[in-house]
């Protein structure tokens, strides 16, 4: 590839490169630090730093004039949910990939994208390729094949395989003369032993008073994941009759004390706890009392920073049982960069040893079968080398990632009920190929929840909502097509409490049809008189409901659909707008698979045709999906 041999620099003096993320779960992050502590070992006259895309611009002109100025930059890119950017990339990506022609004016640029994505989805990496067409579109030149990472397999190992044709072209274009002609260069081939971050921790005695968690403030214009805000359980109620073997709770946030606010289609974001026998386990793993009191701190004892990027802010101080509990994730498969961590504070040479192997490229299959083919949590491992047992400082910074929100599709609507928030979640309670019982951690604790209707005491959590893009048509006259089998019902749920507060309003509707899925209209039909309501108001035209256990045939709802195709191409002939909610990796690709064939049958046409038509309705905001 042709590449400029100086890039333009700012300051003379000083070759940079800037590594920018966008992340939903951390990982993304997570491999940008990875690469900044490793280029820094290997180029130490360059100046690196790692941004976070969305505090690098406060606005758009902020973005062109910082980015114009650049010359060497990577790109973490997440794809999240149906081929939407993250959070804290999605006003980098609509600045940069929509709107007015930028023409060619980064010229100056050479760079390189990572994508991380998932095979199951339909649109794998869609952030990741589409940012770096548009960086090459406008004049920037790639140095590197961008990488496309597969979290649906070993997503570290393709990150691995990537990093490792970064350090050539970085030695193009960062070695001086010195550098090539020192003895001993660095090579791409030179062993890098990454250090493993530590926060310095203090121990005290426990205050009378507790500490407040200052991220918690319910006086905040705006909350988000970093900011979320304090909400009481209101209501809790089981959806599955007792004949039920599962379970689907319906949950209200109280949300009247906050300056929360949500749209009918957002999502919430919930901070759940870990339930207090996986918390007691990794008190006895760790080998401290539970109400060990500490502090995290990212500084040394006079101040001076610890090392780089790769500590995240600190949780406030607390004892061991509330650090388990609330912020550590304890029973996701560790990565290999937490093995590495274990292995360095093993006692017994077979552990080190083992750890090393799983967390090597020869161990790769290993690590593939006895890891994540098993679905091995952290404590699992645990509890297979005793005599890993690293301080505290390591154990939250490097072992035990920060427990994520758990993120669900809004099941109610502002019109109808603007002080309460609800929620509708399925129990995850599974046994794992290595013969774990695994309990969802925010699942059980929403089924666990003790509702203000019960108690004083009641349970809350930390909530945030996420803008989602799954919207009613500003018209309310424009018919709807709606598919959600189980808990995939949430937003239209939503959209059909707005719906009827419009139509006992006066305003006029367009025709309306939803598509529900469930086992055993006995078992586990959720908000089945609501349903029958809709429909008898008038808020809800037609409602289908296939039932996969009742008869000698599974019925799903892609063959409700089927049996429906007449109205439907009718509806979507009439502009209608269709939405599915639901399980990305089975149900929406049955019921995408559906769809052309009543758009290619109905319709006459041939099968590009009928591809090119559907993929005209999700251009137009026509076809929305919020799966997961």
């Given at each position: 590839m042709?590449?400029?041999?100086?890039?333009?620099?700012?300051?003379?003096?000083?070759?940079?490169?800037?590594?920018?993320y966008?992340?939903?779960t951390?990982?993304?992050?997570?491999?940008?630090?990875?690469?900044?502590?490793?280029?820094?070992?290997?180029?130490?006259?360059?100046?690196?730093?790692?941004?976070?895309?969305?505090?690098?611009?406060?606005?758009?002109?902020?973005?062109?004039?910082?980015?114009?100025?650049?010359?060497?930059?990577?790109?973490?890119?997440?794809?999240?949910g149906?081929?939407?950017?993250?959070?804290?990339?999605?006003?980098?990506y609509?600045?940069?990939?929509?709107?007015?022609?930028?023409?060619?004016?980064?010229?100056?640029?050479?760079?390189?994208?990572?994508?991380?994505?998932?095979?199951?989805?339909?649109?794998?990496?869609?952030?990741?390729?589409?940012?770096?067409?548009?960086?090459?579109?406008?004049?920037?030149?790639?140095?590197?094949?961008?990488?496309?990472?597969?979290?649906?397999?070993?997503?570290?190992?393709?990150?691995?395989?990537?990093k490792?044709?970064?350090?050539?072209?970085?030695?193009?274009?960062?070695?001086?003369?010195?550098?090539?002609?020192?003895?001993?260069?660095?090579?791409?081939?030179?062993?890098?032993?990454?250090?493993?971050?530590?926060?310095?921790?203090?121990?005290?005695?426990?205050?009378?008073?507790?500490?407040?968690?200052?991220?918690l403030?319910?006086?905040?214009?705006?909350?988000?994941?970093?900011?979320?805000?304090?909400?009481?359980?209101?209501?809790?109620?089981e959806?599955?009759?007792?004949?039920?073997?599962?379970?689907?709770?319906?949950?209200?946030?109280?949300i009247?004390?906050?300056?929360?606010?949500?749209?009918?289609?957002?999502?919430v974001?919930?901070?759940?706890?870990?339930?207090?026998?996986?918390?007691?386990?990794?008190?006895?793993?760790?080998?401290?009392?539970?109400?060990?009191?500490?502090?995290?701190?990212?500084?040394?004892?006079?101040?001076?920073?610890?090392?780089?990027?790769?500590?995240?802010?600190?949780?406030p101080?607390?004892?061991l049982?509330?650090?388990l509990?609330?912020?550590?994730?304890?029973?996701?498969?560790?990565?290999?960069s937490?093995?590495?961590a274990?292995?360095?504070?093993?006692?017994?040479?077979?552990?080190?040893?083992?750890?090393?192997f799983?967390?090597?490229?020869?161990?790769?299959?290993?690590?593939?079968?006895?890891?994540?083919?098993?679905?091995?949590?952290?404590?699992?491992?645990?509890?297979?080398?005793?005599s890993?047992?690293?301080p505290?400082?390591?154990?939250?910074?490097?072992?035990?990632?920060?427990?994520?929100?758990?993120?669900?599709?809004?099941?109610?609507?502002?019109?109808?009920?603007?002080?309460?928030?609800?929620v509708?979640?399925?129990?995850?309670?599974?046994?794992?190929?290595?013969?774990?019982?695994?309990?969802?951690?925010?699942?059980?604790?929403?089924?666990?929840?003790?509702?203000?209707?019960?108690?004083?005491d009641?349970?809350?959590?930390?909530?945030?909502?996420?803008?989602?893009?799954?919207?009613?048509?500003?018209?309310?006259?424009?018919?709807?097509?709606?598919?959600?089998?189980?808990?995939?019902?949430?937003?239209?749920?939503?959209?059909?409490?707005?719906?009827?507060?419009?139509?006992?309003?006066?305003?006029?509707?367009?025709?309306?049809?939803?598509?529900?899925?469930?086992?055993?209209r006995?078992?586990?039909?959720?908000?089945?008189?609501?349903?029958?309501?809709?429909?008898?108001?008038?808020?809800?035209?037609?409602?289908?409901?296939?039932?996969?256990?009742?008869?000698?045939?599974?019925?799903?709802?892609?063959?409700?659909?089927t049996?429906?195709a007449?109205?439907?191409?009718?509806?979507?002939?009439?502009?209608?707008?269709?939405?599915?909610?639901?399980?990305?990796?089975?149900?929406?690709k049955?019921v995408?698979?559906?769809?052309?064939?009543i758009?290619?049958?109905?319709?006459?046409?041939?099968?590009?045709?009928?591809?090119?038509?559907?993929?005209?309705?999700?251009?137009?905001?026509?076809?929305?999906?919020?799966?997961?």
């Amino acid at each position: 590839m042709f590449r400029f041999n100086n890039p333009v620099l700012d300051d003379k003096t000083k070759k940079k490169v800037t590594i920018f993320y966008g992340t939903q779960t951390g990982t993304a992050e997570g491999f940008a630090k990875a690469l900044y502590e490793e280029a820094k070992a290997r180029y130490e006259k360059v100046e690196f730093k790692v941004i976070d895309l969305d505090d690098y611009a406060a606005d758009d002109d902020e973005y062109a004039e910082k980015l114009k100025k650049e010359t060497i930059s990577f790109f973490f890119l997440a794809t999240y949910g149906d081929g939407e950017p993250t959070d804290n990339a999605a006003r980098f990506y609509r600045w940069f990939t929509e709107g007015d022609e930028k023409g060619v004016w980064l010229k100056q640029l050479q760079y390189g994208v990572f994508g991380l994505g998932n095979t199951q989805y339909e649109h794998f990496n869609k952030i990741a390729k589409v940012v770096d067409d548009a960086l090459t579109t406008q004049g920037a030149n790639r140095i590197l094949p961008i990488g496309l990472g597969d979290d649906d397999h070993l997503i570290e190992d393709d990150f691995d395989t990537w990093k490792e044709l970064v350090w050539p072209e970085l030695d193009l274009l960062l070695r001086d003369e010195d550098d090539k002609n020192a003895t001993t260069p660095y090579t791409p081939y030179t062993p890098y032993t990454a250090a493993i971050p530590e926060y310095r921790v203090m121990f005290h005695d426990k205050p009378r008073a507790p500490t407040l968690d200052r991220s918690l403030t319910n006086r905040r214009d705006v909350h988000d994941a970093q900011h979320p805000c304090r909400s009481n359980v209101a209501v809790k109620k089981e959806l599955h009759t007792p004949e039920s073997d599962r379970s689907c709770t319906h949950l209200e946030f109280d949300i009247s004390h906050t300056r929360l606010s949500y749209e009918t289609g957002d999502h919430v974001g919930v901070y759940s706890e870990n339930q207090i026998e996986i918390v007691e386990e990794a008190e006895r793993l760790i080998g401290l009392p539970a109400d060990t009191y500490f502090s995290l701190h990212t500084d040394n004892e006079d101040g001076t920073p610890l090392g780089g990027p790769s500590l995240q802010p600190p949780f406030p101080p607390c004892t061991l049982r509330k650090a388990l509990t609330k912020y550590a994730d304890l029973l996701s498969s560790p990565k290999k960069s937490t093995l590495l961590a274990l292995a360095a504070h093993a006692s017994d040479p077979t552990d080190v040893k083992r750890l090393r192997f799983l967390a090597s490229r020869a161990g790769k299959d290993e690590y593939a079968k006895w890891v994540v083919a098993n679905q091995r949590s952290l404590l699992e491992v645990m509890e297979a080398f005793p005599s890993a047992r690293a301080p505290l400082g390591v154990f939250f910074a490097a072992i035990a990632p920060r427990l994520q929100p758990r993120y669900y599709s809004i099941s109610s609507s502002p019109m109808m009920a603007p002080d309460r928030i609800h929620v509708t979640c399925a129990l995850v309670y599974e046994k794992t190929p290595a013969g774990r019982t695994h309990k969802g951690v925010s699942s059980t604790w929403m089924k666990n929840a003790v509702p203000m209707t019960e108690s004083q005491d009641c349970s809350w959590a930390p909530i945030f909502v996420r803008t989602s893009n799954f919207r009613l048509p500003t018209d309310p006259k424009v018919p709807l097509i709606m598919i959600g089998p189980g808990t995939g019902l949430a937003p239209f749920r939503g959209f059909l409490q707005e719906r009827l507060v419009l139509k006992e309003a006066g305003t006029e509707l367009g025709s309306s049809i939803l598509f529900f899925g469930c086992r055993n209209r006995k078992v586990d039909f959720i908000y089945e008189d609501e349903l029958n309501k809709f429909v008898d108001s008038g808020a809800l035209s037609e409602l289908n409901v296939a039932f996969s256990r009742e008869g000698a045939v599974k019925e799903y709802v892609q063959h409700k659909m089927t049996q429906k195709a007449l109205d439907i191409w009718n509806l979507l002939s009439e502009g209608a707008y269709l939405y599915v909610c639901g399980d990305a990796k089975g149900m929406a690709k049955d019921v995408h698979r559906a769809l052309r064939t009543i758009v290619q049958e109905q319709g006459s046409l041939d099968s590009s045709k009928a591809e090119a038509y559907v993929k005209s309705l999700q251009m137009s905001g026509r076809y929305l999906r919020d799966v997961w």
